[in-house]
């Protein structure tokens, strides 16, 4: 099983800061990755794909990522109380990581 | 087009009863993938089909367990004698390929409770 390891939470933001959210690998052959956000006693959904080096932006969110170094990370810019939830890393061969919550606080 | 549907939504079964979780995968999509949610962790994976083949069984218990993808109708994971440490969210995921340009689209998912 491929590992993903997320970066420890819970984090507290206020509202309209950055939200930074790291993510690694193990697998130095992942080609894809995905964030995830699941509200909570709901399903995930996808909000980020991300294929090639460097950054994606979408909205408000950019994904990061860098195969070298083997880490993906989102940022979420002008946080809104709306983002209050835990966001998934995903990479293929169907590995999760543990979730990071994130709070934003109005 | 619906998404992925799974049925029940929510389950309560005895201990030593039987569990059976439906996932119909969305339109056109021939890999279903499920996932385990224990209250306030991650997604675990448990296995991987399509249609008449388990891909990966990797991640799902080797006793009581069991997943199947009939070339007609849901797929079906089966809980034998459930236990109260059965107690979970369980997920379903589709896409239309494998799992390495694709992003997965996720069901609402079953709670399954044991009393």
């Known amino acids: 099983q491929k590992e993903v390891e997320q970066n420890s939470g819970p984090l507290s933001v206020p509202e309209g800061a950055i939200a930074s959210l790291n993510c690694t690998y193990s697998d130095r052959g992942s080609q894809s990755f995905f964030w995830y956000r699941q509200y909570s ?9 991300i294929y090639s080096n460097g950054d994606k932006e979408d909205g408000r969110f950019t994904a990061q990522l860098n195969k070298a170094s083997q880490y993906v990370s989102l940022l979420i810019r002008d946080s809104q109380p709306s983002d ?3 966001y998934l890393c995903a990479v293929p061969g169907l590995s999760f990581g543990a979730g990071t919550t994130v709070t934003v606080r109005a | 087009n619906a998404g992925v549907m799974q049925n029940p939504r929510h389950l309560v079964r005895r201990r030593g009863q039987e569990a059976r979780l439906r996932c119909s995968p969305m339109k056109g ?8 949610q224990l209250p306030e962790e991650g997604l675990k994976f448990m296995v991987y089909l399509q249609k008449e083949n388990i891909i990966d069984e990797s991640g799902m218990p080797k006793e009581r367990f069991s997943a199947e993808f009939p070339k007609e109708g849901p797929s079906i994971l089966r809980i ?3 236990v109260r440490g059965d107690s979970a969210a369980y997920f379903c995921a589709s896409s239309p390929q494998g799992a390495n340009n694709y992003g997965y689209t996720f069901g609402s998912g079953t709670r399954l409770t044991v009393v």
């Open chain 1, 84 to 86: 209050s939830a835990t």
């Open chain 2, 29 to 36: 999509h021939s890999h279903v993938y499920w996932y385990r």
């Open chain 1, 41 to 49: 006693g709901k399903s995930p959904e996808l909000i980020m794909f």
């Open chain 2, 80 to 82: 034998q004698q459930v």
